[in-house]
Protein backbone atom coordinates (compact mmCIF):
# COMPACT_ATOMS: atom_id res chain seq x y z
CA UNK A 1 0.00 0.00 0.00
CA UNK A 2 1.65 3.62 -1.02
CA UNK A 3 1.87 6.38 1.36
CA UNK A 4 -0.93 8.23 -0.26
CA UNK A 5 -3.59 5.19 -0.09
CA UNK A 6 -2.18 5.04 3.68
CA UNK A 7 -2.66 8.97 4.51
CA UNK A 8 -6.02 8.86 3.18
CA UNK A 9 -7.68 6.02 4.96
CA UNK A 10 -6.12 7.73 7.98
CA UNK A 11 -8.01 10.68 7.05
CA UNK A 12 -11.53 8.71 6.00
CA UNK A 13 -10.51 7.17 10.01
CA UNK A 14 -10.16 10.39 11.47
CA UNK A 15 -13.84 11.31 9.73
CA UNK A 16 -15.18 7.55 11.02
CA UNK A 17 -13.99 8.41 14.42
CA UNK A 18 -15.59 11.87 14.85
CA UNK A 19 -18.64 10.43 14.03
CA UNK A 20 -18.51 7.63 16.75
CA UNK A 21 -17.37 10.52 19.13
CA UNK A 22 -20.71 12.29 18.30
CA UNK A 23 -22.96 9.06 18.08
CA UNK A 24 -21.61 7.67 21.33
CA UNK A 25 -22.79 11.04 22.77
CA UNK A 26 -26.21 10.77 21.60
CA UNK A 27 -26.46 7.04 22.14
CA UNK A 28 -27.82 7.31 25.63
CA UNK A 29 -30.76 9.08 24.71
CA UNK A 30 -32.44 5.94 23.16
CA UNK A 31 -32.28 4.22 26.48
CA UNK A 32 -33.84 7.81 27.80
CA UNK A 33 -30.95 9.06 29.68
CA UNK A 34 -31.28 12.51 29.98
CA UNK A 35 -28.56 14.49 27.84
CA UNK A 36 -29.36 18.14 29.22
CA UNK A 37 -25.76 19.67 29.89
CA UNK A 38 -25.53 20.41 33.88
CA UNK A 39 -23.81 24.29 33.01
CA UNK A 40 -25.89 25.47 29.87
CA UNK A 41 -29.14 26.86 28.70
CA UNK A 42 -29.63 24.56 25.90
CA UNK A 43 -28.93 27.38 23.94
CA UNK A 44 -25.68 26.18 21.68
CA UNK A 45 -23.28 28.80 20.16
CA UNK A 46 -23.50 28.81 16.38
CA UNK A 47 -19.86 29.47 16.03
CA UNK A 48 -18.98 26.04 17.93
CA UNK A 49 -20.91 24.05 16.08
CA UNK A 50 -19.32 25.86 12.84
CA UNK A 51 -15.62 25.37 14.54
CA UNK A 52 -16.36 21.68 15.18
CA UNK A 53 -17.89 20.98 11.31
CA UNK A 54 -14.59 22.73 10.29
CA UNK A 55 -12.48 20.09 12.42
CA UNK A 56 -14.93 16.99 12.18
CA UNK A 57 -15.06 17.00 8.44
CA UNK A 58 -13.58 20.48 6.55
CA UNK A 59 -10.45 19.66 7.37
CA UNK A 60 -10.22 15.90 7.07
CA UNK A 61 -11.90 16.48 3.35
CA UNK A 62 -9.06 18.83 3.11
CA UNK A 63 -6.29 16.57 3.67
CA UNK A 64 -8.20 13.95 1.25
CA UNK A 65 -8.25 16.52 -1.31
CA UNK A 66 -4.12 17.25 -0.87
CA UNK A 67 -3.66 13.60 -1.71
CA UNK A 68 -5.26 13.97 -5.07
CA UNK A 69 -1.61 15.35 -6.27
CA UNK A 70 1.78 15.04 -5.75
CA UNK A 71 2.45 18.99 -5.42
CA UNK A 72 5.20 19.43 -2.86
CA UNK A 73 3.00 22.13 -1.69
CA UNK A 74 -0.14 20.00 -1.56
CA UNK A 75 1.97 17.67 0.86
CA UNK A 76 3.10 20.40 3.17
CA UNK A 77 -0.57 21.69 3.52
CA UNK A 78 -1.45 18.24 3.98
CA UNK A 79 1.19 17.93 7.13
CA UNK A 80 -0.01 21.12 8.42
CA UNK A 81 -3.38 19.74 8.55
CA UNK A 82 -2.58 16.10 10.22
CA UNK A 83 -0.30 18.44 12.82
CA UNK A 84 -3.89 20.29 13.64
CA UNK A 85 -5.96 17.41 14.10
CA UNK A 86 -3.31 15.62 15.56
CA UNK A 87 -3.30 18.23 18.60
CA UNK A 88 -6.74 18.79 18.35
CA UNK A 89 -7.34 15.21 18.76
CA UNK A 90 -4.69 15.41 22.28
CA UNK A 91 -6.26 18.52 23.13
CA UNK A 92 -10.58 17.44 22.68
CA UNK A 93 -9.37 14.14 24.78
CA UNK A 94 -7.88 16.10 27.87
CA UNK A 95 -11.13 18.05 28.12
CA UNK A 96 -13.52 15.25 27.45
CA UNK A 97 -12.31 12.56 29.42
CA UNK A 98 -12.93 11.55 32.11
CA UNK A 99 -16.39 10.90 30.00
CA UNK A 100 -20.08 9.75 31.01
CA UNK A 101 -19.92 7.58 27.98
CA UNK A 102 -17.47 4.33 28.66
CA UNK A 103 -17.40 4.05 24.96
CA UNK A 104 -15.45 7.52 24.79
CA UNK A 105 -12.90 6.12 27.11
CA UNK A 106 -11.94 3.78 23.68
CA UNK A 107 -12.57 6.34 20.80
CA UNK A 108 -11.11 9.22 21.84
CA UNK A 109 -7.50 7.25 22.71
CA UNK A 110 -8.14 5.59 19.29
CA UNK A 111 -8.18 9.28 17.72
CA UNK A 112 -5.08 10.17 19.40
CA UNK A 113 -3.29 7.27 18.11
CA UNK A 114 -5.20 7.90 14.53
CA UNK A 115 -3.72 11.42 14.29
CA UNK A 116 -0.63 10.64 15.36
CA UNK A 117 -0.24 8.21 12.92
CA UNK A 118 -1.52 10.23 10.40
CA UNK A 119 1.03 13.48 11.58
CA UNK A 120 3.77 10.70 10.96
CA UNK A 121 3.25 9.53 7.55
CA UNK A 122 2.26 13.12 6.23
CA UNK A 123 6.13 14.42 6.98
CA UNK A 124 7.74 10.70 5.66
CA UNK A 125 5.89 11.44 2.79
CA UNK A 126 6.89 14.75 2.26
CA UNK A 127 10.40 13.82 2.97
CA UNK A 128 10.22 10.72 0.36
CA UNK A 129 9.75 13.66 -2.26
Known amino acids: MTRSVKITALWLLTICGFSCHSICD ?15 DGNVDQGMIVFMMVLSFLVPACGVYCMLWKSRALKLVNVVLAFIIALFNIAHAAMELPAETAGQYVILPAMIVIGLVLAWHSIRYVRES
Open 26 to 40: VLPMFWGCDMAVVAT
